[in-house]
């Protein structure tokens, strides 16, 4: 049934009529009397030309809209999804499963010949027919299923599905809850074995994720055994392939589930694999899910820093002594000597790259070799941080080399020798490195310290760098920075620009403390604090890249992701995102595609059974932007070759939550039946409504200009004024 309806967007029809009443008698004033007078006929003619011209602006004003409604009598429709994951294509102790897969296939297109027919397994496909199913899907995943269908709109929303399966779930969070609110009848058929075969495996892997070196972690794995009693089963744990702890598990039920908990000692940092194995007992039916594994980032617990010194002082010796008092940092001293040489030898870029920090007392001086600023530099720029704390001696020439990465600009230097003392404001005080004992009288700790020293040195701070201390002179507040840090990207840095450090420690806490007093080390707290802030992993990392799964069946895809900030947090456009990844036949790079909003991805299809590391840098117009590793496994996945007995109790939930019915191959015909009587399935008048704007079409426009053009033609024609 269908009609036409038309209405005025803007206004009334009643004004509509009444103005086009007023440009109708306009146009007869016009021409009731002419001259020279005109007969009757043409001047009806000029003024019914001229009422058509000003009623075709008047609808262009008005807006007028034709409405089309129509209504139709529509079941909501059928949908049929057939589970095409590989597990739909085993012999189990029921038989050929894909028999009897084919079998309810036809038994609902018998019933139900305008069935919408679709395939899931990882992914949801809608197919013209179903003769033939390639039932080689890697995963089951019912929740994509739900949630694909429930999406759909208007006719195309179903009343019921009829879901064919086995029911084992392996992807994907539990479906029931999405399914229950969707509205739709989740009609279930029942394929394969409901007889839970004799078996013994692992269900559950918790590992955390993370964990540190030389700290004890726990991972848990849940153990299952079906048909077997006093029996035992050696669970183990692997790193990497190597056993490092094991547990035995008493098997004393028919029907056994329980958790073990193996402690590891990560004793190597980065991405490690581990992995949790049973012992095989006779006769069990299912080997692949014997195992399961995991990647957990390892990290290192110790800090290494390296102390260059341009000469031996007090302050080296304090530093190094409060430094120490922390058993997880490694400290590592290099004094200079006369001729550019030093005592224990120079390290190498990579071993200043792998230190958290470098810290230069009265470093360089005048005799520095280029290029030991050099090795520093660079380490700096690959994600070392660097503490600057001057001295007598410093060369600020020498610095000018390292200015790229420390906070500040020399402007000049002299060695002339002055005695200052900090002067640190009250809301600095809450600054971690600045922070004593987090309280109200840290501004008061600091302002209170012994004075310390000071070379003729002016600097100008960087931009996006934050003064935390300005400098007194007899008590007199000057306008030059003692204490400066900044944090660009993965490196950051702190700058001293005084000497005389062991004063705050000797002559500010000693005296109190030999009159057992209890002060604050206002010394202890800011050396710590330091190491710690420079030392801090960057928790929102700006480059991130991570393939979507940990662990891929054989013939899986494997997806790149990756998400790119600059150091404001704004997402990075334009970057080039390259990856390369490194697995049994050898190391492939690639590049990845930018879908906007700072986002990458590529896919680089199925890859071969093995483990897989992978490297990332991201980089934009040259400059770099940051960089991510991981790792992943292809092929170790036994998710559908374990699925050997039919899940019946998901499948029952799935259709009693939503007021369907759960049956078997053989009750199947009977149940469909009964779905067909579904009230969700009721015939529905379903009315659509499309509108034409009238005032968009030409044809007003062109009638109102042509009416007045034949007019005025009239008009010359028979001399009108």
């Given at each position: 049934m269908q009609h036409i309806q038309f209405f005025l967007a803007n206004g009334s029809w009643w004004l509509f009529l009444a103005l086009a009443g007023v440009c109708a008698s306009l146009a007869w004033i016009a021409y009731r009397k002419t001259t020279p007078m005109l007969p009757g006929g043409l001047r009806l003619t000029l003024g019914t030309l001229r009422t058509i011209g000003l009623c075709m602006l008047l609808i262009a004003l008005f807006e007028p809209v034709m409405r089309y409604v129509s209504s139709l009598e529509q079941r909501p429709p059928i949908l049929l999804a057939v589970d095409a994951s590989s597990s739909m294509a085993l012999k189990d102790g029921g038989g050929d499963r894909s028999k009897d897969l084919y079998q309810a296939i036809t038994t609902v297109n018998e019933l139900i010949p305008d069935v919408v027919r679709v395939v899931f397994s990882d992914v949801t496909t809608e197919v013209s027919t179903l003769d033939s199913v390639n039932l080689n899907g890697n995963r089951t995943d019912f929740e994509q299923l739900i949630r694909t269908v429930s999406n759909r709109r208007g006719m195309e929303r179903p009343g019921a599905v009829i879901v064919i399966s086995d029911g084992n779930v392996n992807s994907g969070t539990s479906p029931l809850y999405d399914a229950e609110r969707s509205g739709i009848g989740w009609y279930t058929i029942g394929i394969g074995d409901t007889?839970?075969?004799?078996?013994?495996?692992?269900?559950?892997?918790?590992?955390?994720?993370?964990?540190?070196?030389?700290?004890?972690?726990?991972?848990?794995?849940?153990?299952?055994?079906?048909?077997y009693a006093d029996s035992a089963v050696v669970v183990t744990l692997y790193e990497e392939g190597v056993a490092v702890a094991s547990d035995t598990v008493r098997i004393n039920h028919r029907r056994f589930k329980q958790m073990v908990n193996l402690s590891w000692t990560p004793r190597v940092s980065g991405h490690r694999k581990v992995t949790v194995r049973t012992s095989t007992l006779t006769n069990d039916a299912i080997s692949a899910n014997n195992q399961l594994s995991d990647y957990v980032q390892v990290k290192s617990d110790e800090q290494v820093v390296y102390i260059f010194a341009g000469a031996p002082s007090p302050d080296l010796t304090f530093i190094k002594t409060q430094l120490e008092t922390s058993p997880t940092t490694k400290v590592k001293i290099l004094i200079q000597k006369q001729g550019g040489e030093f005592y224990e030898g120079l390290p190498s870029i990579a071993d200043l790259t792998s230190a958290q920090a470098c810290i230069l007392i009265g470093f360089p001086i005048a005799s520095t070799p280029v290029g030991i600023l050099q090795r520093i530099e660079q380490a700096c720029k690959n994600g070392t941080s660097v503490f600057f704390i001057a001295g007598h001696e410093t060369d600020y020439t020498k610095v000018k080399l390292l200015e790229e990465v420390l906070p500040f600009t020399t402007t000049s230097s002299r060695n002339t020798e002055t005695l200052i003392t900090a002067d640190v404001a009250s809301a600095h005080t809450a600054d971690p490195l600045m922070r004593i004992d987090g309280t109200s009288t840290d501004n008061e700790t600091w302002n209170g310290l012994p004075p310390i020293y000071r070379t003729e040195t002016?600097?100008?701070?960087?931009?996006?760098?934050?003064?935390?201390?300005?400098?007194?002179?007899?008590?007199?507040?000057?306008p030059e920075p003692l204490i400066i840090r900044q944090s660009n990207g993965a490196m950051r840095s702190v700058a001293v620009l005084g000497y005389g450090l062991?004063?705050?420690?000797?002559?500010?806490?000693?005296?109190?403390?030999?009159?057992?007093?209890v002060v604050?080390?206002?010394?202890?707290?800011?050396?710590?604090?330091?190491?710690?802030?420079?030392?801090?992993?960057?928790?929102?990392?700006?480059?991130?890249v991570t393939t979507n799964r940990k662990f891929y069946a054989s013939g899986e895809h494997v997806m790149f992701q990756a998400s790119v900030l600059d150091d404001v947090y704004s997402a990075v456009d334009g970057a080039e995102v390259a990856v390369t990844y490194?697995?049994?036949?050898?190391?492939?790079?690639?590049?990845?595609?930018?879908?906007?909003?700072?986002?990458?991805?590529?896919?680089?299809?199925?890859?071969?059974?093995?483990?897989?590391?992978?490297?990332?840098?991201a980089s934009l117009n040259g400059k770099g932007l940051g960089t991510d590793a991981g790792r992943f496994s292809v092929g170790e996945l036994g998710l559908e070759a374990s699925g050997t007995t039919q899940n019946v109790e998901l499948l029952r939930a799935l259709a009693e939550r939503t007021k369907a019915r759960y049956a078997t191959v053989s009750d199947a015909e009977r149940m469909l039946r009964e779905a067909l009587k579904d009230p969700r399935l009721r015939t529905k008048a379903?009315?659509?409504e499309k509108d034409q704007a009238l005032w968009w079409?030409?044809?007003?426009?062109?009638?109102?200009?042509?009416?007045?053009?034949?007019?005025?033609?009239?008009?010359?024609?028979?001399g009108l004024v």
């Open positions: 007889n839970v075969p004799r078996d013994v495996g692992l269900v559950n892997l918790i590992s955390g994720g993370l964990a540190v070196v030389g700290r004890t972690s726990v991972i848990s794995a849940t153990v299952q055994a079906n048909e002016y600097v100008t701070p960087k931009s996006g760098a934050e003064v935390l201390a300005m400098i007194r002179i007899n008590n007199v507040p000057v062991y004063r705050w420690k000797l002559m500010g806490k000693g005296p109190a403390a030999s009159r057992g007093e604050a080390d206002a010394f202890a707290s800011f050396m710590s604090n330091g190491i710690a802030w420079l030392a801090a992993d960057d928790k929102d990392k700006k480059v991130r490194t697995g049994p036949k050898g190391a492939t790079r690639i590049v990845l595609a930018g879908l906007g909003n700072g986002r990458y991805t590529s896919n680089v299809g199925a890859l071969p059974s093995g483990d897989y590391s992978f490297s990332a840098t379903v009315t659509s079409l030409p044809w007003p426009l062109m009638v109102s200009i042509a009416a007045f053009a034949i007019e005025w033609v009239i008009r010359r024609r028979v």
